[in-house]
């Protein structure tokens, strides 16, 4: 244990070692590898030289394998090393989401506390320190799904009685525009442009749907119903 914690003082130099060679007195840890380093870490490395070691605060600290995604993984690891429930806690929070600055300034965990055990897991091939946060997954949805939302969202609109948005208008929109507006919404959720389950499970949507756009195109293209309807718009 002395030994290797002595290793940790060094900033250079070089060891080796002799896996042929025995020592007459048969040796036994009191402790793994694992807790002997990171016990050697917090008592004699400081912060500012872990920082260096880490890569800085812009790196994005992830677990490895199993315990980046589940609790009993990270819960054998925390027994490896030996940590306590609540320095358990933080392995759940190395997801690589948030980089190591971020962490040590907005978590519960300081900078003592915290920067030892993300290097020693490091040390262990644990957690890897990207530069980037990993990139979200774009989500793939079906031609329903894509359909449904996309009814879903205009009727929202509908249903807010904002007939210029319901068009995707401005309020100075000609009568022409709002003309196009109309016509080009209908044609794209016409039932033959609709998926068919979304179809007979939506239909009364639909319907609603299409009478809000048509409402929509007589009132923003009379001159008198629009006035009124603008006035009613900017009545607080």
Not at 147 to 165: N, S, T
Not at 180 to 186: G, I, S, Y
Request: hydrophobic share 45%.
């Amino acid at each position: 244990a002395r030994i290797v914690d002595s290793t940790l003082a060094w900033r250079e130099g070089r060891w080796l070692l002799e896996p042929d060679l025995r020592c007459e007195e048969p040796i036994t840890l009191s402790a793994p590898t694992a807790v002997l380093l990171l016990e050697g870490i917090r008592a004699r490395l400081e912060p500012a030289h872990l920082w260096e070691l880490v890569g800085g605060r812009r790196v994005f600290p992830r677990l490895r394998g199993d315990a980046a995604a589940r609790p009993s993984a990270r819960a054998e690891l925390a027994e490896g090393f030996r940590l306590s429930p609540y320095e358990e806690t933080w392995l759940a929070q190395l997801d690589g989401t948030r980089d190591l600055g971020s962490l040590v300034e907005e978590g519960e965990a300081d900078q003592i506390e915290l920067l030892p055990l993300v290097y020693a897991m490091h040390v262990f091939e644990f957690v890897e320190l990207p530069a980037e946060p990993p990139p979200v997954p774009r989500s793939v949805e079906s031609p329903a799904q894509i359909d449904r939302r996309r009814i879903e969202d205009r009727l929202a609109l509908a249903r807010d009685a904002d007939y210029f948005a319901l068009l995707s208008l401005d309020r100075g929109a000609t009568r022409a525009e709002v003309r196009v507006a109309h016509r080009d919404l209908l044609r794209t959720f016409s039932p033959d442009r609709v998926d068919a389950s979304v179809l007979a499970e939506m239909s009364a949507e639909l319907n609603e749907l299409q009478a809000a756009l048509d409402e929509a195109k007589d009132v923003l293209q009379d001159d008198t119903l629009r006035n009124a309807y603008l006035a009613q718009l900017e009545d607080p």
